[in-house]
């Protein structure tokens, strides 16, 4: 372990066992992707209904049956602007409990290395940009999701503070927006750019002339492939040992507006677009400097025109079994 990050990169060992929680999800499902690709051999996963990870007996049954040797925490109760601005409580209450009974259990059944997933929605609503890791704590939250970014934080803590305690070799990453493959595509509970593609999707395909976003469209916002974010996971894994969390981004962001017409122009939307601005801009930036995970050796590589482009072919494709 050390505490400026600097470490000798070490290979995962591919037959071990590596546990994904959350590997339905948009960013589990990814890295269970690239695992396999990467030649894992031993990957376990757990469905929320198999395995509630609010529920702590059954955490800890888990694992003392299963004793990974790795673990991913992409497991959380995850949504977008007006869902965390909804249900705070659900946000708070059930990340708290899924982070602090996995982070429990593993540390009581001797996990090597795990990472743990946070978010951008950590750092301070007015944070100078692009934000560094060292700017957490600095101010307020964004109010649309602060009880969502407590528990992140609440999770950051609990891994330095087991670096500290137990001398383990945990790290965190704090992803930009993802998208991508396997997304949620609610059009309330989801994140921007799936709802983007299903509003268009939908208009285009029943001739609709106008479609409504929320919010100004001026707030600015990075959005990372999550098949890079999975790339990066496994890099930080086997590059990275700090105290520090990572910011994972592509390091360049876009208006709610740019977005929009991108995302119009893949699906082959042409009508009118308006915007709903009773409903919340959120943080009006959030673009993270991703200076300390390029120090670490990794860069994003799937642009966004072409990241668009591949989800809205997939959204298409799987258009029956998307989450919506
Ligand atoms: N999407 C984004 O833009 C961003 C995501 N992140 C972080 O990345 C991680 C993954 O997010 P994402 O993939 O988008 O989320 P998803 O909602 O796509 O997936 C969440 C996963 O967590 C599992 N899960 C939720 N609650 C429970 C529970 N009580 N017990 C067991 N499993 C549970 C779900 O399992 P099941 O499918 O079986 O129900 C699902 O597989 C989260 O930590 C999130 O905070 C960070 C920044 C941006
Ligand atoms: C990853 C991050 O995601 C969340 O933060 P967010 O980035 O603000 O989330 P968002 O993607 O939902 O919105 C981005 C912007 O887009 C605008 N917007 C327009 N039209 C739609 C729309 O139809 N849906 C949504 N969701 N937003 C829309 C919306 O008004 C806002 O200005 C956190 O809660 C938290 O989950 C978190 O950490």
Redesign the pocket.
Known sequence: MSEDGVFEPTALDRSSKFYVAGHRGLVGSAIWRNLETEGFTNLVGKTSSELDLKDRDAVFAFFAESKPRYVVLAAAK????????TYPVD?LSDNLRIQVNVLDAAREHGVERLLFLG????YPKFAEQPIREDSLLTGHL?P??DA??IA?IAGIMQIQAIRRQYGLPWISAM????YGPGDNFS???????P??IR?YDEAAKSGTQVVT?????S?R?EFLHVDDMASACLHLLENYDGPSQVNVGTGSDVT?RE??SMVASAVGYTGEIA??TT?????PR?LLDVSKLADAGWSASIGLEEGIRRTVEWFRENSLSVRS
Not at 175 to 178: I, M, Y
Request: hydrophobic letters at 35%; aromatic letters at 8%; one cysteine or more.
């Open positions: 995850v949504g977008g602007i007006l869902a965390n601005n946000f978010s951008s929605c950590i964004e649309t999701n969502y970014a992140k992803p930009t927006n993802l059009p309330t509970g989801s994140h921007v750019l709802a983007l509003r976003n929320w919010g100004t469209g707030p916002r709610i977005l929009a915007w709903d409903k919340p801009d959120g943080t959030k």
